[in-house]
Nanobody
Framework: VQLQASGGGLVQAGGSLRLSCVAS????????VGWFRQAPGKEREFVAA????????FYADSVEGRFTISRDNAENVVYLQMASLEPEDTAVYYC???????????????????WGQGTQVTVSS
Protein backbone atom coordinates (compact mmCIF):
# COMPACT_ATOMS: atom_id res chain seq x y z
CA VAL A 1 0.00 0.00 0.00
CA GLN A 2 1.23 3.47 -0.87
CA LEU A 3 -0.29 6.77 0.16
CA GLN A 4 0.22 10.03 -1.69
CA ALA A 5 -0.79 13.22 0.12
CA SER A 6 -1.22 16.55 -1.66
CA GLY A 7 -3.08 19.83 -1.51
CA GLY A 8 -1.12 21.78 1.06
CA GLY A 9 -0.08 25.37 0.63
CA LEU A 10 -0.01 28.86 2.08
CA VAL A 11 -3.31 30.41 3.07
CA GLN A 12 -4.42 33.35 5.18
CA ALA A 13 -6.22 32.85 8.46
CA GLY A 14 -9.88 32.17 7.84
CA GLY A 15 -9.17 30.55 4.50
CA SER A 16 -9.71 27.01 3.26
CA LEU A 17 -7.71 24.17 1.77
CA ARG A 18 -8.53 20.64 0.67
CA LEU A 19 -6.00 17.89 1.17
CA SER A 20 -6.11 14.65 -0.78
CA CYS A 21 -4.69 11.24 0.10
CA VAL A 22 -4.57 8.77 -2.77
CA ALA A 23 -4.14 5.11 -1.85
CA SER A 24 -2.60 2.73 -4.36
CA UNK A 25 -1.61 -0.90 -4.27
CA UNK A 26 -4.39 -1.78 -1.87
CA UNK A 27 -4.26 -5.51 -1.21
CA UNK A 28 -6.39 -5.21 1.90
CA UNK A 29 -9.06 -2.83 3.14
CA UNK A 30 -7.69 -0.72 6.00
CA UNK A 31 -9.76 -0.23 9.10
CA UNK A 32 -9.42 3.53 8.89
CA VAL A 33 -7.52 6.18 7.00
CA GLY A 34 -6.55 9.13 9.11
CA TRP A 35 -4.94 12.53 8.90
CA PHE A 36 -2.33 13.59 11.41
CA ARG A 37 -0.22 16.72 11.60
CA GLN A 38 3.14 17.61 13.01
CA ALA A 39 4.36 21.10 13.76
CA PRO A 40 8.07 21.86 14.31
CA GLY A 41 9.20 20.64 17.71
CA LYS A 42 5.92 18.89 18.43
CA GLU A 43 4.71 15.33 18.28
CA ARG A 44 2.49 14.07 15.50
CA GLU A 45 -1.12 14.65 16.51
CA PHE A 46 -4.39 13.21 15.36
CA VAL A 47 -6.62 15.40 13.19
CA ALA A 48 -9.36 13.24 11.67
CA ALA A 49 -10.08 9.71 10.46
CA UNK A 50 -12.68 7.84 8.47
CA UNK A 51 -13.58 4.16 8.48
CA UNK A 52 -12.86 2.55 5.14
CA UNK A 53 -16.06 0.55 5.38
CA UNK A 54 -19.05 2.33 6.81
CA UNK A 55 -17.73 5.92 6.60
CA UNK A 56 -17.88 6.69 10.30
CA UNK A 57 -15.75 9.76 10.97
CA PHE A 58 -13.64 10.90 13.92
CA TYR A 59 -12.25 14.35 14.69
CA ALA A 60 -9.90 15.97 17.13
CA ASP A 61 -11.62 18.54 19.32
CA SER A 62 -9.40 21.27 17.90
CA VAL A 63 -10.76 20.81 14.36
CA GLU A 64 -14.32 19.64 15.01
CA GLY A 65 -16.72 21.83 13.07
CA ARG A 66 -13.98 23.30 10.86
CA PHE A 67 -12.55 20.24 9.11
CA THR A 68 -14.42 17.55 7.21
CA ILE A 69 -12.98 14.19 6.24
CA SER A 70 -14.54 12.19 3.43
CA ARG A 71 -13.75 9.20 1.27
CA ASP A 72 -14.20 8.29 -2.38
CA ASN A 73 -13.93 4.52 -2.46
CA ALA A 74 -14.19 4.32 -6.21
CA GLU A 75 -11.04 6.40 -6.55
CA ASN A 76 -9.40 5.28 -3.29
CA VAL A 77 -9.04 8.88 -2.18
CA VAL A 78 -9.55 10.38 1.27
CA TYR A 79 -10.09 14.13 1.46
CA LEU A 80 -9.63 16.57 4.30
CA GLN A 81 -11.57 19.77 3.71
CA MET A 82 -10.22 22.44 6.02
CA ALA A 83 -12.09 25.68 6.64
CA SER A 84 -11.68 28.63 9.01
CA LEU A 85 -7.99 27.88 9.16
CA GLU A 86 -5.97 29.33 12.02
CA PRO A 87 -2.23 29.93 12.37
CA GLU A 88 -2.25 27.08 14.92
CA ASP A 89 -3.18 24.70 12.08
CA THR A 90 0.23 25.25 10.51
CA ALA A 91 1.98 21.88 10.25
CA VAL A 92 2.99 19.09 7.92
CA TYR A 93 -0.09 16.96 7.36
CA TYR A 94 0.26 13.21 6.91
CA CYS A 95 -2.29 10.61 5.93
CA UNK A 96 -1.99 7.11 7.31
CA UNK A 97 -3.69 3.75 6.90
CA UNK A 98 -4.55 1.63 9.93
CA UNK A 99 -4.83 -2.10 9.21
CA UNK A 100 -7.67 -4.25 10.47
CA UNK A 101 -6.63 -5.28 13.97
CA UNK A 102 -8.41 -6.51 17.05
CA UNK A 103 -8.24 -3.03 18.57
CA UNK A 104 -8.28 0.18 16.54
CA UNK A 105 -7.42 3.39 18.34
CA UNK A 106 -7.87 5.94 15.61
CA UNK A 107 -6.27 8.78 17.59
CA UNK A 108 -2.98 6.95 18.10
CA UNK A 109 -0.37 7.18 15.36
CA UNK A 110 1.20 3.93 16.59
CA UNK A 111 -1.44 1.78 14.97
CA UNK A 112 -1.01 3.19 11.50
CA UNK A 113 1.25 1.01 9.40
CA UNK A 114 1.50 3.05 6.23
CA TRP A 115 2.11 6.80 5.86
CA GLY A 116 2.13 9.24 3.00
CA GLN A 117 4.99 11.66 2.53
CA GLY A 118 3.28 14.68 4.12
CA THR A 119 2.11 17.99 2.74
CA GLN A 120 2.89 21.38 4.26
CA VAL A 121 0.04 23.63 5.38
CA THR A 122 0.97 27.15 6.40
CA VAL A 123 -1.62 29.57 7.73
CA SER A 124 -0.57 33.20 7.97
CA SER A 125 -2.15 35.60 10.44
Amino acid sequence: VQLQASGGGLVQAGGSLRLSCVASGLTFAPAVVGWFRQAPGKEREFVAAVRWIGSRTFYADSVEGRFTISRDNAENVVYLQMASLEPEDTAVYYCGAHPQTATVVVESARGYSTWGQGTQVTVSS
